[in-house]
């Protein structure tokens, strides 16, 4: 199957995020442990949180693309369908 330089970019940028989420939440538990473990850890949490509304952003933006690819296909296919029945 092939794939759009904006399929890339996004399963590009998903890889990064879930990078991101992982480290970030270990970075962020570290930098907050002075405050007490149980205060980094919700703040960790948070980080988490939002990190993974970022994913499912970008996994949105790729749903929606790919169902409007199949949109074009089967439009495609019923004008097709209309002029056969058209003759």
Avoid: C, H, N
């Avoid at 199957?1 to 991101?20: A, C, N, P, T």
């Avoid at 570290?30 to 994913?55: D, E, N, Q, R, S």
């Avoid at 933006?61 to 029945?85: F, G, H, N, V």
């Amino acid at each position: 199957m092939k794939r759009s330089i904006f399929d890339k970019i996004v399963s590009f940028l998903l890889g990064i995020s879930w990078m991101f989420i992982i480290l970030g939440a270990v970075i962020t538990f570290k930098l907050f442990l002075f405050m007490g473990p149980a205060t980094a850890l919700f703040l960790a949490i948070l980080y988490v949180i939002f990190g993974l509304f970022l994913v499912l952003l970008l996994e949105t933006m790729l749903s929606y693309r790919e169902r409007l690819e199949e949109s074009k296909k089967q439009t495609q296919l019923l004008q097709e369908i209309r002029d056969t029945l058209a003759e």
